[in-house]
């Protein structure tokens, strides 16, 4: 395959001229000194808009009752790639599976919503956020209580704008 | 009128040591604000918004700096020749600060006790005393560069000496032609006369004012003269070892530098606090306060007043601050020059141009005098034309490529990339 060059036509350094160019450019930056228009987001103030589709801090869902939705089957520990779910599972008087223990670790977290995607009871969700800083590194492993406390919106995993994609 | 005398007495110490703190404070508070500016002004011109968390505006933002840099970790690097390296940012420092004290800076401030001046010092020599001041900044950068045992930091401070050299002869000849026009060296004087003229010296010398803006750019090391800096080539130059208030120290005094330039700018082609009109006209002649002089010889004298002095130091301030805009302004739209344009500007546009128009302007200035024209109105047009002339012919001579081909342009070669043939497609 021929390599393609791009050929600038610039003109003989004999012919240009810089006060012209200097000039143009000075009137060039003196436009943009007095446009009003300014493309900085005001961030804390002024929040950005997520994508349906944005992945971020996972929540759980849950039932009126106030019960995890969870029913401990083990899929997203087994599919998670990055390996950041740890889950021990436990069955009440009824015989109802639960979880005992439902940890994510957002660090180790990839974000690639495969919990979400796999979860039969639809529980586990990545969820339109990401402000999740903290202190201390242990503050990032999220346990079942803090999951189920979040109530950002959850993320949609295909087009909302394109039925087929479902 | 008795109340028209000078200040004296116990008062004028008193007055004197009121307009030090005074004006020092104020030169250091600006200069700590235009580095504010200088961000947000960067920040407009990238259709950012600049720095507006710290205080309303982003308004404490200089104080949050200072803050920052006093708490820093200081560096002292090992090799470093330890005595020089900390004297270097006092060496830069000072003399960037002191240079403010010889310029006016509003119309003189009538009192019960006298009339003071608004200037601190109105020594004899003037410009002669910026120029000196001015020229010691340099020993500080150099100084820098070299203590720091750095080679980034010593090839900054080998370029600052250089460029220094090279720029003040130009500036030194642009400023001939506002030295022959005022007769005098004081900046009081040259204020005085441009009243007198009734325009400010930037028609009559319009050339000798481009290539003075030029020349005082690459005197206070900004874009696009800031070779001793330029962050691409050489880190940070002459500061590269520098940190904490030390580093600040540097910033700081560029930045004063920069409002001494743009102060005596304004007062040397602006008319410095000198306002449209002649109300505002005063200057000490033979110990009276005179406002100018009357059909006979006569001086009229002057009649200050504090709102005068207001409004002319507002008119000042307006002046200095357009020239700080233009600083920042030129400074984010033009590119750095290579070191060899510096030079090629400096020694082969600059310098014989401002050597010509001295003796353009001279002569012009010999010609009107033996032609009996008195001073005013009409001297400064028939001055305004033979500079206008100087002028466009500059920019005629400067328009085709002169300044910035180099070395490629200089030996006639044709070095375009239309040149350089394509590789011929591969075959298969």
Redesign the interface.
């Known amino acids: ?3 393609s ?1 791009k ?4 003109p ?9 160019a ?1 000039l143009s ?2 009137a ?3 436009r ?4 009003p ?4 987001q ?1 961030y804390p103030e002024e929040l950005t808009n997520l994508s349906p589709r944005w992945r971020g801090t996972h929540r759980m869902e849950v039932h009126a009752d106030g019960r995890p939705k969870c029913v401990a089957c083990g899929l997203c520990p087994t599919v998670c790639p990055a390996n950041c779910i740890r889950l021990v599972g436990g069955e009440d008087d009824q015989g109802n599976r639960y979880p005992i223990v439902y940890e994510i670790d957002e660090f180790r977290c990839i974000f690639c919503g495969m919990c979400q995607e796999v979860c039969p009871v639809e529980a586990i969700h990545v969820g339109q956020h990401f402000e999740n800083a903290e202190y201390t590194r242990g503050r990032f492993v999220y346990d079942l209580d803090r999951l189920m406390e979040q109530d950002h919106p959850t993320t949609l995993l295909w087009d909302p704008s394109d039925p087929s994609s479902e | 009128m008795g109340s028209l005398q000078p200040i004296s007495g116990p008062w004028a110490l008193i007055a004197m040591s009121l307009k030090v703190t005074i004006i020092f404070g104020v030169v250091v508070v600006v200069v700590a604000f235009s580095t504010l500016a200088e961000r947000r ?1 960067a ?7 600049g720095p507006n968390r710290v205080g309303p505006f982003g308004l404490l933002q200089p104080v949050a700096d200072g803050i920052k840099n006093l708490l820093k970790e200081e560096t002292l690097p090992a090799t470093a020749s330890k005595a020089f390296f900390v004297l270097a940012p006092m060496f830069v420092l000072v003399p960037s600060l002191v240079t403010f004290a010889v310029i006016p800076i509003a119309a003189p401030l009538p009192t019960p006790a006298g009339v003071v001046d608004m200037i601190i010092a109105d020594i004899p020599i003037g410009i002669l005393y910026v120029l000196a001041f001015s020229s010691l900044a340099v020993y500080g950068v150099v100084l820098g560069g070299w203590a720091s045992n750095n080679k980034y930091a010593f090839l900054g401070g080998l370029r600052a000496s250089a460029q220094m050299v090279s720029y003040e002869v130009a500036l030194g000849l642009s400023l001939i032609t506002v030295l022959m026009m005022s007769g005098n060296v004081t900046l009081t004087e040259v204020v005085w006369q441009q009243q007198q003229l009734g325009m400010w010296f930037v028609f009559p010398l319009s050339l000798a004012f481009i290539l003075f803006v030029v020349s005082a750019f690459a005197e206070t090391n900004r874009l696009p003269f800031d070779m001793p800096e330029a962050e691409s080539e050489l880190v940070t130059g002459y500061h590269t070892e520098y940190s904490a208030m030390k580093f600040s120290a540097f910033i700081i005094s560029e930045f004063g530098h920069m409002v001494t330039a743009s102060a005596l700018m304004a007062t040397l082609f602006l008319g410095g606090w000198d306002l449209p009109g002649t109300w505002d006209d005063a200057f000490w002649h033979e110990g009276q306060l005179i406002s100018g002089f009357a059909q006979d010889g006569g001086a009229i004298l002057a009649n200050p007043a504090w709102w005068k002095t207001v409004l002319t130091f507002g008119g000042f301030a307006v002046k200095t601050s357009f020239f700080m805009l233009l600083y920042m ?2 400074r ?3 590119p750095r020059f290579r070191y060899d344009q510096v030079m090629a500007l400096g020694w082969k546009v600059m310098l014989p141009t401002a050597l010509a128009y001295a003796m353009l302007v001279g002569g012009a200035i010999l010609v009107l005098d033996e032609l009996g024209v008195p001073w005013g109105f009409w001297y400064g047009l028939a001055l305004t034309g033979v500079s206008g002339a100087a002028t466009v012919g500059f ?1 005629f001579f ?4 002169r ?3 180099g070395a ?2 200089q030996s006639r070669q ?5 040149s350089i043939s ?2 011929a ?2 075959g298969d």
């Open positions: 395959m021929a390599i060059v050929v600038m036509n610039r003989d350094p004999e012919h240009t001229s810089y006060l012209r200097a450019g000075m060039l930056t003196f943009h000194l007095v446009n228009t300014k493309v900085t005001q | 002004v920040a407009w011109i990238q259709d950012r918004r302004w030129v984010w739209t033009l920019m400067l328009d085709r490529g300044t910035i081909i490629a342009g044709k070095v375009s990339i239309m394509q590789p497609p591969a």
